[in-house]
């Protein structure tokens, strides 16, 4: 009688967070959240179970968004309208024109004459400009392109306009992508084929933890490795949450690298007691092995 094949083992995903709860059709899967693969342009003839993806060939990655976990600074409130008499000065302001005079005569020359025509010599009218006619205005009124308005006026220093702040990201880690073309009939959102499990849920938020470590260190160390440094750890963790022991630490970017990878791992230990179910599928404790990457590799 022939056996029956194996089940393929569960794996973790990272499934995009802003897509809505959806529960998948029969999958290996497992994330923090319930989630069904789709994607914006679907392909009608593909059965993948998550969204296509357009990466790095011959590399292996399970995100299918890319975002930022720390949230960008808000944007400080906006300038008051100004009070009736500021408001009153920017009109005054707009309707004043600068005086202008035109050259006197007709032609003017500057310098010696290589012709050797002799030249009238006269003195410099006061605030003349190559202009073709005669402007009336205030005389000292300053110079504007276009109409004044008070996004025109000198800004303070002191007072620095806020910073433009981009379209609003996923609240997910920044991602590389693997090359991977097959995606999915579905239409929607990315998302990934996953059901959600304690385990999944709990690997995010390690996962989460340690990429914001991992970001405060590199931020704050004030030297960043060579573009492209990998950074290969294995750990293991036991059953209350705790980094029990590296077991193993390869770098290609040098000692300061893979120290600071180690730190971001070790350093919000621990990280919360595991559910009885994990403890069934994992045991006392499980070895993971993790890539840190700087840059784009």
């Given at each position: 009688m022939p056996r029956k094949p194996k089940a393929p083992p569960p794996k973790f995903v990272e499934t995009n967070p802003d897509a809505p709860e959806n529960m998948p059709d029969n999958t290996t899967n497992f994330a923090a959240q319930n989630q069904q693969a789709a994607q914006e342009k679907p392909k009608l003839d593909s059965k993948g179970d998550h969204a296509a993806t357009e990466g790095k060939k011959d590399f292996e990655s399970t995100q299918i968004v890319t975002g930022q976990l720390t949230?960008?600074?808000?944007?400080?409130?906006?300038?008051?309208?100004?009070?009736?008499?500021?408001?009153?000065?920017?009109?005054?302001?707009?309707?004043?024109?600068?005086?202008?005079?035109?050259?006197?005569?007709?032609?003017?020359?500057?310098?010696?004459?290589?012709?050797?025509?002799?030249?009238?010599?006269?003195?410099?009218?006061?605030?003349?400009?190559?202009?073709?006619?005669?402007?009336?205005?205030?005389?000292?009124?300053?110079?504007?392109?276009?109409?004044?308005?008070?996004?025109?006026?000198?800004?303070?220093?002191?007072?620095?306009?806020?910073?433009?702040?981009?379209?609003?990201?996923?609240?997910?880690?920044?991602?590389?992508?693997?090359?991977?073309?097959?995606?999915?009939?579905?239409?929607?959102?990315?998302?990934?084929?996953?059901?959600?499990?304690?385990?999944?849920?709990?690997?995010?938020?390690?996962?989460?933890?340690?990429?914001?470590?991992?970001?405060?260190?590199?931020?704050?160390?004030?030297?960043?490795?060579?573009?492209?440094t990998v950074v290969t750890i294995k750990f293991r963790m036991d059953k209350t949450g705790a980094i029990a022991e590296i077991i193993s630490v390869e770098s290609t970017g040098g000692s300061q690298a893979a120290s600071l990878c180690t730190t971001a791992i070790t350093a919000r230990s621990p990280y919360g007691l595991w559910s009885d179910d994990m403890i069934a599928m994992l045991g006392e404790s499980q070895d993971f092995v993790w890539k840190f990457y700087y840059g784009t590799p």
């Open positions: 949230p960008p600074t808000d944007a400080p409130p906006p300038e008051p309208p100004p009070t009736p008499e500021i408001a009153k000065a920017i009109e005054k302001a707009a309707e004043a024109r600068k005086a202008e005079n035109p050259l006197p005569g007709f032609e003017k020359r500057e310098g010696p004459s290589l012709e050797g025509y002799g030249m009238n010599k006269a003195p410099a009218t006061d605030k003349a400009t190559a202009v073709p006619e005669k402007v009336e205005g205030v005389k000292d009124a300053p110079t504007t392109v276009g109409d004044l308005s008070p996004s025109q006026i000198a800004v303070d220093p002191r007072k620095p306009q806020p910073r433009p702040i981009l379209a609003k990201q996923p609240r997910t880690r920044p991602a590389i992508f693997a090359e991977d073309l097959v995606g999915t009939k579905n239409i929607g959102p990315a998302g990934y084929d996953a059901k959600w499990s304690n385990y999944g849920a709990y690997l995010q938020r390690l996962l989460d933890t340690v990429q914001m470590q991992f970001d405060k260190l590199v931020e704050n160390s004030g030297v960043y490795p060579p573009t492209g």
